[in-house]
């Protein structure tokens, strides 16, 4: 079974940080990009960061540019998302998932965590 489960959000204030952690099961880890989304009440679904499988490659969005940065660790099959200068705008809920096509960070999403929820209070 294909599994997701993001760890790590929290209440934090602005300017602090969180790491958020998502442990994978049920593929091979190692072969699989993995992305870092977040949805906020009323708003669209926003891809975060991702990060690639083998070449170390990195994705992130420029809301977050210089301020998150992903990483992942095969042997213990997670994927860390590292957030700092946090804004209230950051409040969402945070998910992570895997997406099986051909086109790694770009291609399209098959398995979703359930979520952790970030709050950024100013």
């Known amino acids: 079974e294909i599994q997701l489960v993001e760890s790590g959000g929290g209440l934090v204030q602005a300017g602090g940080s969180l790491r958020l952690s998502c442990a994978a099961s049920?593929?091979?880890?190692?072969?699989?990009?993995i992305g870092w989304f977040r949805q906020a009440p009323g708003m669209d679904r926003e891809k975060v960061s991702c990060a690639g499988s083998g070449d170390g490659s990195t994705v992130y969005a420029d809301s977050v540019k210089g301020r998150f940065t992903v990483s992942r660790d095969n042997a213990k099959r997670m994927v860390y998302l590292q957030m700092n200068s946090l804004k209230p705008e950051d409040t969402a809920i945070y998910y992570c998932a895997v997406p099986f096509g051909n086109y790694g960070c770009y291609g399209g999403y098959d398995y979703w965590g359930q979520g952790t929820q970030v709050t950024v209070s100013s």
């Open positions: 049920g593929f091979t880890f190692d072969d699989y990009a």
